[in-house]
């Protein structure tokens, strides 16, 4: 009896093989008919037990079949989770969080953006403008004889 012989290209991971044996195929193959999938490598997912692909950016792997995009705010971490990174930092290279640099904002967790003068970020992914009073960063109310202008707040005279 031929015990399921047949391999096609595929990376290098153990299959098993409808004749219910585990059985590990040659470097870089995989078997073609099994009913459950093994061994992808790091950042990978099997697809219809024929072939290991990475997922798109910005998406994660769910349940090694499919991927999906994360949720608003999130990241992926090596293509398997998605978590949120710390206030006012982005997500590096998919792994780590970095600070955004002075004056940018984050812009859905992946890049950090310059908001136009006068205004300040709003839900981690948009500019809007600063309300009356206030200044740009997180838009504390100016002091006493100051008033707003643009991005920052400016000493005003007081008239007895």
Do not use: W
């Not at 093989?17 to 995989?30: D, F, P, R, Y």
Request: charged share 20%.
């Amino acid at each position: 009896k031929r015990l399921c012989m047949e391999c096609v290209g595929c990376p290098h991971g153990k299959m098993k093989a409808q004749c219910q044996v585990c059985n590990g195929c040659e470097h870089g193959m995989a078997r073609r008919s099994c009913p459950r999938c093994s061994g992808c490598p790091h950042g990978k997912l099997s697809q219809n037990c024929l072939a290991c692909s990475g997922c798109p950016h910005g998406t994660m792997k769910q349940r090694c079949s499919k991927c999906s995009p994360c949720a608003h705010g999130k990241a992926k971490v090596n293509c398997r989770e998605c978590i949120g990174c710390p206030h006012g930092r982005m997500r590096a290279r998919c792994a780590v969080c970095a600070a955004c640099p002075h004056g940018k904002v984050r812009q859905y967790c992946t890049a950090c953006i310059g908001c136009p003068h006068g205004k300040l970020p709003k839900n981690c992914s948009a500019c809007r403008r600063c309300p009356h009073g206030r200044v740009r960063g997180k838009c504390p109310d100016c002091a006493a004889a100051r008033i707003s202008q643009g991005s920052r707040a400016s000493p005003k005279r007081v008239r007895a």
